[in-house]
């Protein structure tokens, strides 16, 4: 190996080493919504903030874990944006007869937060018109390229690569 091509790796490790410090060292992570019962703290890691976002803010869905793979539909997941639509879908399609009580348990259990969209800049790998025409049939988790997208706006803000 050339003296040249060692300072370039090292160059490339330290820049790898720095990055990551930045990321843990730094927080990059933070609420980005405008309504939060915690918005000055800062999450050492995307998986905490991830799990804050997906806790706290987003759309309410319900999730029929019984039509997950229902091949008849041609749809991964069935979810409803309203849980009055939920409970009568647990009644009229599996005919389940139970008391509201264990009804509501069922509810609460099936009960998601989706993000749909980049809150920065409204990035949506979904089409806006799908949401539109199917909107009891969405994503069964907020995709990733929206996660992806809202974390790559944080990390831009924060503090460059180079050492002062």
């Given at each position: ?35 939060c ?11 905490e903030?991830?799990?804050?976002v ?13 039509c997950?793979?229902?091949n ?20 009229n ?6 008391p ?65």
């Amino acid at each position: 190996m050339q003296a040249d091509d060692v300072s370039k790796k090292e160059r490339f490790v330290r820049t790898i080493a720095w990055q990551s410090h930045l990321t843990v060292d730094l927080s990059p992570f933070v609420c980005l919504y405008d309504v939060c019962n915690t918005p000055d703290t800062l999450y050492p890691s995307m998986k905490e903030w991830k799990d804050h976002v997906s806790t706290q803010h987003g759309t309410d869905i319900w999730r029929c874990m019984s039509c997950m793979h229902d091949n008849r539909t041609g749809w991964n997941t069935v979810n409803f944006q309203e849980k009055h639509s939920f409970l009568m879908h647990l009644r009229n399609s599996h005919r389940l007869l139970l008391p509201a009580s264990k009804l509501n348990t069922i509810a609460e259990l099936s009960s998601r937060k989706l993000v749909y969209c980049c809150i920065i800049c409204d990035f949506s790998p979904m089409p806006m018109r799908i949401l539109e025409q199917h909107p009891d049939r969405t994503y069964g988790d907020t995709p990733e390229e929206v996660w992806m997208c809202m974390s790559n706006h944080m990390k831009e803000i924060r503090p460059s690569r180079s050492r002062r």
